[in-house]
Nanobody
Framework: QVQLAESGGGLVQTGGSVRLSCAAS????????MVWYRQAPGKQRESVAV???????DYVDSVKGRFTISRDNALNTIYLQMEKLKPEDTAVYYC???????????WGQGTQVTVSS
């Protein structure tokens, strides 16, 4: 059974930093496409950052230069380092795994990040 557990969210001031973690079990993150999504109140969920099995990364324009996605294969965990946070970054952040063998998608439960102005 695949499980993804996000952690690291909280309340941070504008300009501050937060690192989110997503620990995976039941799947090997190095074999998957791993994605961080976020959903702000009243808005659709959007893809924020992605890391492929080959290690390539990509970001939505609004976070380029501020957010960094990375992974630790030994810990089977991915991270989202968030810098220079803005109030508009406030959202629930979700981790998603797309299994490289069958393209099945798995989601974590989400972690709240609130950026105060």
């Amino acid at each position: 059974q695949v499980q993804l557990a996000e952690s690291g969210g909280g309340l941070v001031q504008t300009g501050g930093s937060v690192r989110l973690s997503c620990a995976a079990s039941g799947t090997i993150i190095g074999n998957n496409v791993m994605v961080w999504y976020r959903q702000a109140p009243g808005k659709q969920r959007e893809s924020v950052a992605v890391i492929t099995s080959g290690g390539s990364t990509d970001y939505v324009d609004s976070v380029k230069g501020r957010f960094t996605i990375s992974r630790d294969n030994a810990l089977n965990t991915i991270y989202l380092q968030m810098e220079k946070l803005k109030p508009e970054d406030t959202a629930v952040y979700y981790c998603k795994a797309v299994d490289g063998r069958d393209n099945r998608a798995y989601w974590g439960q989400g972690t709240q990040v609130t950026v105060s102005s």
